[in-house]
């Protein structure tokens, strides 16, 4: 699971188990649980009684999962003192405290209610939680004890890992000493107080796995770790987790038997522990091996030191690591009240402050998380993880910054470039249609279309889905002697340009338009009747021997129509590929990229200032 190598959902072994010969889920003062008899919860998921672990002949009174085939123990109460023979007896009395005893005497094991109980039951849960409850009230959740509060090796769905501010009460793992042993070992699993509240595992004093800062989404050092967590810090420090989907088995256990072991910070102060890197320590970005010789040798346990040491009077800055599990936080603070930037200028102004980030990542980042003096078990992520942001000499933030705003110039000016690009060909394409696609008509009938144009107000690749009819002829023509109708179109010569009837979206409106031709997503560029749109397909455009082209419904309304201004011999009405539109460098006085019709200027890049052209000047 999550928690680094010694925590499982499924690590099973085998004990011997009492077989049940009752299936009650409580006893009362006048009942008692003997050896052989076990207490099974009301779902059937867990049951107490007495077992042996391994080879072991000793008895001991233990929570286990009760139906699955191979048992396992979550939870064992005389863990310290088990029982030599099968003498064992668990009994609840009148006041709540609840004795486990030997040949009916000798207490091993007992627990006191801090309450008066009217009718004590001792209760096993579905959830594997044994409590003690008052039998008469109505509510199951008042519990005067539960084992939830003094956990073994295993952390339940439901169980809290932490300390309660208010009692002092700690609950925390500690590992069996052996398979065949259930008494503590020096394993354990726990809340630390010191500086920031984190989960820690520790093998005596020796921390040996963080969590990392808890950031408001998990936990910094485990983003795998994501089954419906809570941590809370008010009135308690403590963790815990729930399921989903109650009908799957999760626990986490602390294995002491575990070979594969090493301690936290194994890449030393200010080191970066990267698992996709040879080797896998790191210095952190602008730090460099203390002892180049040793780290060379993979001794990694004096760390990192600064490439460029700090001045905190003349002007320190910092630099963000991204996705990372954040450092040790004996030496932290945290404040959930500031931002960011307040963070960094808190940061900043204390010359012993190495690092800061957010205290919580959700909802776009609030509260201050800062740390002291070196920064200790850093581990880069590939994702997830969090941002943190490290304290260098002035220098280094500046050559970092300087080298973003290179890549920015230069990436800007690539794409600059290029847009400026498919802009010209779009215009250029744009504008032999507008200009020339219908030469019959007058240039008053293209203005608001031009216009749009010629400012490079339009857009090149913003495409709008129509329903288009399919040609049944490829002409680029008509004479007086023919008509365009519903279904047929015009192409021009080259194939660039299409002229028909559509419906635009999901309208069933019927339009006379130009359209790209030769693009998968057809994209219309000028509309006939925009004004007046035919809501059926006898739409019917054609040109009279006058010149005039109209567009006609059921073959006498006019719908929309043009008068040339003078008299033409031979009317054709004609979709064209040509335009003189050009673009390019113009050497009157200073240098500067230049769009033209004929000798008319349209477009000015402005003047190139060593960075860029200065802006487009519409003129």
Same mark, same amino acid.
């Given at each position: 699971?999550?928690?680094?190598?010694?925590?499982?959902?499924?690590?099973?072994?085998?004990?011997?188990?009492?077989?049940?010969?009752?299936?009650?889920?409580?006893?009362?003062?006048?009942?008692?649980?003997?050896?052989?008899?076990?207490?099974?919860?009301?779902?059937?998921?867990?049951?107490?009684?007495?077992?042996?672990?391994?080879?072991?002949?000793?008895?001991?009174?233990?929570?286990?999962?009760?139906?699955?085939?191979?048992?396992?123990?979550?939870?064992?109460?005389?863990?310290?003192?088990?029982?030599?023979?099968?003498?064992?007896?668990?009994?609840?009395?009148?006041?709540?405290?609840?004795?486990?005893?030997? $040949?009916?005497?000798?207490?091993?094991?007992?627990?006191?209610?801090?309450?008066?109980?009217?009718?004590?039951?001792?209760?096993?849960?579905?959830?594997?939680?044994?409590?003690?409850?008052?039998?008469?009230?109505?509510?199951?959740?008042?519990?005067?004890?539960?084992?939830?509060?003094?956990?073994?090796?295993?952390?339940?769905?439901?169980?809290?890992?932490?300390?309660?501010?208010?009692?002092?009460?700690?609950?925390?793992?500690?590992?069996?000493?052996?398979?065949?042993?259930?008494?503590?070992?020096?394993?354990?699993?726990?809340?630390?107080?010191?500086?920031?509240?984190?989960?820690?595992?520790?093998?005596?004093?020796?921390?040996?796995?963080?969590?990392?800062?808890?950031?408001?989404?998990?936990?910094?050092?485990?983003?795998?770790?994501?089954?419906?967590?809570?941590?809370?810090?008010?009135?308690?420090?403590?963790?815990?987790?729930?399921?989903?989907?109650?009908?799957?088995?999760?626990?986490?256990?602390?294995?002491?038997?575990?070979?594969?072991?090493?301690?936290?910070?194994?890449?030393?102060?200010?080191?970066?522990?990267?698992?996709?890197?040879?080797?896998?320590?790191?210095?952190?970005?602008?730090?460099?091996?203390?002892?180049?010789?040793?780290?060379?040798?993979?001794?990694?346990?004096?760390?990192?030191?600064?490439?460029?040491?700090?001045?905190?009077?003349?002007?320190?800055?910092?630099?963000?690591?991204?996705?990372?599990?954040?450092?040790?936080?004996?030496?932290?603070?945290?404040?959930?009240?500031?931002?960011?930037?307040?963070?960094?200028?808190?940061?900043?102004?204390?010359?012993?402050?190495?690092?800061?980030?957010?205290?919580?990542?959700?909802?776009?980042?609030?509260?201050?998380?800062?740390?002291?003096?070196?920064?200790?078990?850093?581990?880069?992520?590939?994702?997830?993880? $969090?941002?943190?942001?490290?304290?260098?000499?002035?220098?280094?933030?500046?050559?970092?910054?300087?080298?973003?705003?290179?890549?920015?110039?230069?990436?800007?000016?690539?794409?600059?470039?290029?847009?400026?690009?498919?802009?010209?060909?779009?215009?250029?394409?744009?504008?032999?249609?507008?200009?020339?696609?219908?030469?019959?008509?007058?240039?008053?009938?293209?203005?608001?279309?031009?216009?749009?144009?010629?400012?490079?107000?339009?857009?090149?690749?913003?495409?709008?889905?129509?329903?288009?009819?399919?040609?049944?002829?490829?002409?680029?023509?008509?004479?007086?002697?023919?008509?365009?109708?519903?279904?047929?179109?015009?192409?021009?010569?080259?194939?660039?340009?299409?002229?028909?009837?559509?419906?635009?979206?999901?309208?069933?409106?019927?339009?006379?338009?130009?359209?790209?031709?030769?693009?998968?997503?057809?994209?219309?560029?000028?509309?006939?009747?925009?004004?007046?749109?035919?809501?059926?397909?006898?739409?019917?455009?054609?040109?009279?021997?006058?010149?005039?082209?109209?567009?006609?419904?059921?073959?006498?309304?006019?719908?929309?129509?043009?008068?040339?201004?003078?008299?033409?011999?031979?009317?054709?009405?004609?979709?064209?590929?040509?335009?003189?539109?050009?673009?390019?460098?113009?050497?009157?006085?200073?240098?500067?990229?230049?769009?033209?019709?004929?000798?008319?200027?349209?477009?000015?890049?402005?003047?190139?200032?060593?960075?860029?052209?200065?802006?487009?000047?519409?003129?």
């Amino acid at each position: 699971m999550g928690m680094g190598f010694y925590f499982y959902s499924a690590c099973f072994f085998f004990i011997i188990f009492s077989k049940a010969t009752t299936a009650i889920d409580t006893i009362s003062p006048s009942e008692s649980l003997s050896d052989g008899r076990t207490l099974i919860s009301r779902d059937g998921s867990f049951a107490l009684g007495f077992f042996s672990p391994g080879t072991s002949k000793n008895r001991y009174l233990g929570i286990w999962y009760n139906n699955i085939p191979i048992h396992n123990v979550v939870w064992v109460a005389n863990r310290v003192n088990p029982v030599n023979d099968s003498t064992g007896l668990l009994k609840i009395e009148t006041s709540g405290k609840i004795v486990l005893q030997v $040949q009916n005497t000798t207490a091993v094991w007992s627990i006191n209610t801090t309450a008066s109980v009217q009718n004590p039951v001792l209760q096993l849960l579905d959830s594997g939680n044994l409590v003690v409850r008052d039998g008469n009230d109505s509510n199951p959740e008042n519990y005067y004890w539960q084992s939830f509060d003094y956990p073994s090796d295993t952390m339940l769905p439901g169980m809290k890992i932490g300390i309660d501010l208010r009692t002092g009460l700690q609950r925390r793992l500690a590992a069996w000493k052996s398979w065949d042993d259930p008494s503590p070992g020096d394993l354990t699993y726990g809340v630390e107080l010191e500086g920031n509240p984190e989960m820690v595992l520790k093998k005596g004093v020796e921390k040996y796995y963080r969590s990392g800062l808890w950031n408001g989404d998990g936990f910094s050092g485990t983003p795998n770790l994501r089954s419906n967590p809570i941590f809370d810090y008010e009135n308690e420090v403590y963790y815990i987790y729930f399921l989903k989907n109650k009908s799957v088995m999760s626990r986490f256990v602390l294995n002491q038997t575990e070979s594969v072991r090493q301690r936290c910070g194994l890449c030393g102060p200010n080191g970066n522990c990267d698992n996709n890197k040879l080797p896998a320590c790191q210095c952190l970005t602008r730090f460099k091996p203390k002892l180049l010789e040793r780290w060379n040798s993979s001794d990694w346990s004096d760390g990192c030191i600064h490439s460029k040491p700090l001045n905190c009077q003349t002007g320190d800055g910092f630099i963000k690591i991204g996705k990372v599990k954040t450092p040790d936080t004996t030496n932290s603070w945290v404040n959930k009240t500031m931002n960011l930037k307040e963070c960094r200028a808190k940061c900043l102004r204390n010359c012993s402050c190495m690092a800061y980030t957010n205290l919580d990542v959700t909802r776009g980042g609030s509260g201050c998380a800062m740390w002291f003096g070196d920064l200790d078990d850093i581990k880069q992520f590939e994702s997830d993880g $969090q941002d943190l942001y490290i304290r260098v000499s002035a220098s280094e933030a500046e050559q970092k910054k300087r080298a973003k705003v290179k890549l920015g110039i230069i990436l800007g000016s690539v794409i600059a470039a290029l847009l400026g690009f498919l802009l010209v060909i779009c215009y250029i394409r744009r504008s032999r249609r507008m200009s020339k696609g219908m030469e019959i008509m007058g240039r008053s009938e293209l203005s608001d279309y031009t216009s749009i144009g010629m400012g490079f107000y339009f857009y090149c690749a913003c495409c709008f889905f129509f329903i288009f009819s399919k040609p049944s002829t490829a002409i680029d023509a008509i004479s007086p002697s023919e008509s365009l109708t519903y279904g047929m179109t015009l192409v021009s010569n080259d194939g660039s340009f299409a002229l028909g009837f559509f419906s635009p979206g999901s309208s069933k409106n019927r339009y006379l338009g130009i359209w790209y031709n030769n693009i998968p997503m057809q994209t219309v560029v000028w509309v006939a009747n925009r004004v007046n749109p035919i809501n059926d397909s006898t739409g019917l455009l054609k040109i009279e021997t006058s010149g005039k082209v109209v567009l006609q419904v059921q073959n006498t309304t006019a719908v929309w129509s043009t008068n040339t201004t003078t008299s033409v011999q031979n009317p054709v009405l004609q979709l064209l590929n040509s335009g003189d539109l050009t673009y390019g460098v113009e050497l009157q006085a200073n240098p500067e990229m230049v769009l033209r019709e004929g000798s008319k200027k349209y477009y000015r890049s402005g003047l190139w200032n060593g960075n860029g052209f200065s802006g487009g000047t519409k003129l």
